[in-house]
């Protein structure tokens, strides 16, 4: 099973209104972006646990597993090549198809702050297996009843 990861709006929050600060979380050692301090590194464990191929499906590209990945004490994870386009497609985010390519046949959950029905139909209709879908809110990032809705979906899958 392959999980997707956005960082932006998924694991870093943004757009919280400014009498609601974001929690800063520290480690040892000084991250090499400092909006990772908004990223609680015990997300990195939880991810694990969800017993999937986590694969970076950011714009952060390779340094993903640079900043990102060391902050959460994951290993370095694959990383989805963008293809060059010249419009994204109508209506559909523009990681909609390039993630179906990637994962073929495999089932795979994809866990973003974008994502829309438009994708979710698209997928359904262009994706032989099983897929997960998840909007998390930009605002909070990962939370606990993200994590109850990912581990429910993958139970069912197993």
Known sequence: ?????????????????????YPVYETDHTPPNP???????????RLRALRCE???ATTWMDDAN?????????PPLPVVEWPDEDRPPALLHWKTRPLVAWAGRRPFVWIDDELTEADRAWVAAHHPGPALLHR??????LTEADF?????WLTAQR
Not at 3 to 15: A, K, V
Not at 35 to 45: Q, Y
Not at 66 to 74: E, F, I, K, N
Not at 136 to 141: K, R
């Open 148 to 152: 109850a809705v990912l581990e429910d």
């Open 136 to 141: 998390v809110d930009h605002e909070f990032g």
């Open 35 to 45: 909006l990772l301090t908004r990223v609680d590194p015990a997300l990195g464990p």
């Open 1 to 21: 099973m392959l999980l997707f990861l956005d960082i932006d709006g998924t694991l870093i929050p943004f757009g919280a209104p400014a009498d609601h600060p």
């Open 66 to 74: 640079a900043c990102v990945a060391p902050w959460l004490g994951l």
């Open 54 to 56: 986590l694969v970076w």
